[in-house]
Each structure stands twice: as C-alpha cells, then as structure tokens.
C-alpha cells in the first residue's frame, strides 16, 4: 500500500507563478520528505519536515505538515521552467531504517 | 564522490533468465534500499539492509532476493525473470540517523531499466 497520495496528479502553470502540491498519507509518520524526478532519473531530496513541525522552507521551496488530518503540501514560488518534474512525496514511520513509502507523485510543468 | 551508482543502466531479459543488479555508494551510509518505479506509480520498496550482512523484506519482495556482503554494496537478484518484473529499479542509501544532525534523507542512483520480454 502507499503511505502518500500526492495531489493534483499533473499540473501546468506558466512560469514565474507558484505551484502547490499536496499530500496525504495513512499512518502514522516520523517525518514526510519530499523528492524531485526529471525525467528518466533518479529521486532527488528536497525538504524533511518532521511530526513535530508545523512549516519548513527551503529557498523558494515551502512545506507543511499537518499530523492531525495527516497531510502535507510543498508550495514553489515563482516557479521557473527548470521546476518541471515529477515531485513525490515519502513517509518514514521507521526512523529512516526501513525505507520511505512513496505516494505515485505530482507531475508538473511549467509553461516558459 | 561519485555518490551512488548502479549498474547496468539497462537490460532486456527472456522470460525464465537470471540476471543481478549492481548498486555501489561511497558515502559510507548504513543503509541502502532497493525500489522499483512502473509507469505512473511511485516508488515501491522491495528490499532493504539497514548493514553489511543484514537484508530484510520490503513491501513487494516476491521474486527477488538481495545480499549486502560488503558495506558499500547492495545486490538485487532476479532468479527467474518474469514480464511482470519489467520496471525502471532504483537503489538508494542513508546514513544513521541522528549522528551528528544527520537527517533521514535518502540519496538515490540513477536506476536501471529492465525490459523482460
């Protein structure tokens, strides 16, 4: 079963605009990470928001988390088309030891 | 550093063959992970070692067997390829965490394609 289900599964937005991921998941979590995919590569780490944070950021990267309705979003501002990917998000409920669940992902696209 | 690394890139097989995946990392990380990735899914663990010597079952194992003899290696076998196990593989490694504000992050490799006809 997959601990996330990211949300919107595709979105296009024009460049400059921010774009706003979220994610649900069912269990229980130690922290939620969130990862980019260009095509045909692997995961890359962008941002680790544990169960006792409310907000991260990261550059123009910002990420929530709300344990009680057990959902997170990633927002991007002023997207450039660089951000095209597929964002993905992943739920460690072991501490990092037995590997992250991931949801099918968020493809976006920035129109230049 | 070159970080973490599989090998082959890509890989078509015949129904019934045997063949191992590679993955190599040199960031002295205790774990590793195998997942596999099929068209509009996310990642699916199939097996992972939290240390040399050590491999335990992930959420899709059948048909796979793993073995992490040294540190920095992580073997994915296929016994008996099936077209079902056609699927882009990717491995991945992370260090304890905790150790000196080492966070859980999870360093991935660029994933092998494998085509079972």
């Known amino acids: 079963s997959q601990q996330g289900e990211e949300d919107p599964q595709a979105l296009s937005i024009q460049e400059g605009e921010n774009a706003t991921m979220n994610c649900s998941y069912k269990t229980s979590i130690n922290n939620l990470q969130w990862y980019r995919q260009n095509s045909g590569r692997g995961l890359v780490h962008l941002i680790l928001?544990?169960?006792?944070?409310r907000e991260k950021h990261s550059g123009r990267l910002r990420v929530t988390l709300d344990t009680s309705k057990k959902s997170s979003s990633l927002l991007i501002t002023a997207s450039r088309a660089a951000d095209t990917a597929s964002y993905f998000c992943g739920g460690d409920s072991g501490g990092g030891a037995d590997g992250l669940t991931f949801g099918k992902g968020t493809h976006l696209i920035i129109q230049p | 550093n070159a970080g973490v690394t599989q090998t082959p890139k890509f890989r078509v097989l015949k129904t019934g063959q045997s063949m191992t995946l590679l993955c190599a990392q040199d960031m002295n990380h205790e774990y590793m992970y195998w997942y596999r990735q099929d068209p509009g899914m996310g990642l699916r663990l199939i097996h992972y070692s939290v240390g040399e010597g050590t491999t335990a079952k992930g959420e899709v194992p059948d048909g796979y067997n793993v073995s992490r003899l040294k540190k920095q290696n992580f073997l994915l076998g296929l016994e008996s390829a099936a077209p079902s196990q056609t699927s882009v593989y990717f491995c991945?490694?992370?260090?304890?965490?905790?150790?000196?504000?080492?966070?859980?992050?999870?360093?991935f490799g660029p994933g092998t394609r494998l085509l079972v006809l």
């Open positions: 991945a490694s992370s260090a304890i965490p905790g150790l000196a504000g080492i966070q859980e992050t999870q360093y």
């Open positions: 928001i544990r169960s006792n944070e």
